[in-house]
């Protein structure tokens, strides 16, 4: 009586088809979910750095101003602006703020996935009402 080995029986292949099954997904979402966090973070840098600017103005400009750059700079991205909120709350503590809540669909070929994407950037108010150095 002979006995097959494992490998003749094909048990070894179902773990590497489960491997490279895996090993695809993987590869999949990293292309579709990677370039996205690439363009948050420079949309959060660049609104950071306008922030920081803006934060020499007063208020009302810096509030005009920041709302309009946010959605350009979102519609700059490529991706859908649809459920874009752009909110600056008046200043209490010597900051500006900016609030950004922004669901972005990405198409993951099986599902529609919605990323929920929040962000909020501060800057001090300086020579309008914020600290003094």
């Given at each position: ?38 363009k ?6 660049k ?58 669909p ?28």
């Open positions: 009586m002979v006995h097959k080995s494992r490998r003749e029986r094909g048990e070894g292949r179902i773990g590497l088809i489960v491997a490279l099954l895996i090993a695809g997904i993987s590869i999949f979402l990293g292309i579709k979910i990677i370039p996205l966090k690439i948050l973070f420079e949309f959060s840098d609104l950071e750095q306008k922030l920081q600017r803006a934060s020499w103005r007063s208020y009302d400009q810096a509030k005009v101003e920041m709302t309009k750059f946010a959605k350009d700079q979102a519609a700059y991205t490529g991706y859908p602006v649809d459920h874009l909120k752009v909110a600056m709350p008046p200043p209490v503590t010597g900051d500006m703020v900016i609030v950004v809540d922004w669901d972005i990405l198409d993951l070929a099986v599902t529609q996935y919605t990323w929920k994407y929040h962000l909020e950037k501060r800057a001090p108010m300086i020579g309008r009402g914020g600290p003094s150095f």
